[in-house]
């Protein structure tokens, strides 16, 4: 019993003494990022969500990474839409994040989500927009998906001017979403 005690206040001083790590502001670890992100603004501005899918996720103590895989639209020439959600549990991603947001050409801040975010408009092709909020990174990805018709490449005839919008609006409530 007294051996008991004497290792359980050992074990209490040793965890005192490691520095709690950084604050994830109530972000989680998601196994499924396409059960948590709804999308419905990007739906209302591109059409009917088809199907999704995710690819591997990462949880290991220093990070966590997951992300979805969403088409919009008509089977033919709709629209695709990939998110990754990044938790950095240990580094504090913001010294690099404008480093990288410049990398990829992303120069338009954009106001109102997170503590930093940018935004690329590739013109009709799509867009990508990326968040830094405290721990928690986002990177959404818009694309139009072309087809071929009778051996003629056809593109999508959907404006993405002001994709941004619906974008932001999904990201803020994904963010929500996380911290519950």
Known sequence: MLASAVWGGGLYAYERGKPAGPDLQGYRHVEDLCEVVDFEALAGALGKRRESGSSPVVNEPAISETSCSVAFGPQEGGQSVD????LHKVVDPGPEFEARAQQFGLLRKVDGIGETAFFDDMEEEGGRLRVLDGQAEFQVDIFSQDYALD????????????????MTQDVLALMAALKK
């Open 83 to 86: 998110i990754t959600y990044t």
């Open 151 to 166: 051996g003629e490449e056809i593109s999508s005839s959907i404006d993405l001017s002001g994709i941004e919008v619906p």
